[in-house]
């Protein structure tokens, strides 16, 4: 186990390393400017990524604000159970993000995605969906970054082949524009309600 426990903790700190400081810095920004601007955030992942998905809406919503400020507009696509099953059943499971878009994301508006191999033919759909709209794409990913990598405006790509790795630095992620955002929105207030 020990051996185990040090090769792990090797390769999460050589992806850790590894993460691109320019892409994040891109995606706090696009944030940054959809809450300005009073544009919605969408998520989106599957599986493992599903639950970042929604995690990371969570935060977003909650663990950003300090008294009397404006929250973000935030969705996660990835929580409905009803709503998937049924797209799904209808339409196709590829159509489960892209449909749940259709009427309610506009230009401005952002999409966030999440794939370990950036190659899920329902993120594909909502990607190319949301920037039909005129919406941003932004991303994280996992291995190479697969096809989703070349279409996000912004892509963050964890180089790792290793779920684990891929999804423990996703999380990461996620922490580090929370922890931006609530030190940021605390200090300027900037839009108070």
Do not use: C
């Amino acid at each position: 186990m020990e051996r185990h426990v040090d090769d792990y903790l090797t390769r999460l700190q050589s992806a850790l390393a590894d993460l691109p400081r320019d892409a994040l810095s891109a995606f706090g920004e696009t944030l940054l400017r959809a809450y300005r601007n009073e544009k919605h955030v969408f998520t989106a992942g599957n599986g493992g990524s599903a639950s970042l998905a929604s995690h990371m809406a969570a935060d977003l919503v909650n663990n950003t604000i300090g008294p009397n400020m404006r929250r973000f507009r935030i969705t996660s696509l990835s929580d409905n159970a009803s709503v998937l099953t049924a797209v799904a059943n209808d339409a196709g499971y590829e159509n489960v993000f892209s449909e749940q878009l259709v009427n309610v994301i506009a230009a401005g508006d952002v999409l966030i995605v999440i794939s370990a191999s950036g190659n899920s033919p329902n993120i594909l759909k909502a990607i190319r969906y949301a920037q039909s709209r005129s919406a941003h794409v932004l991303g994280l990913f996992g291995f190479d970054g697969g096809q989703a990598a070349m279409l996000a405006d912004v892509a963050v790509v964890v180089r790792s082949s290793d779920y684990g790795i891929v999804e423990d630095l996703h999380l990461v992620v996620n922490h580090i524009l929370v922890e931006y955002f609530r030190a940021f929105l605390e200090r300027e207030r900037p839009w108070s309600v």
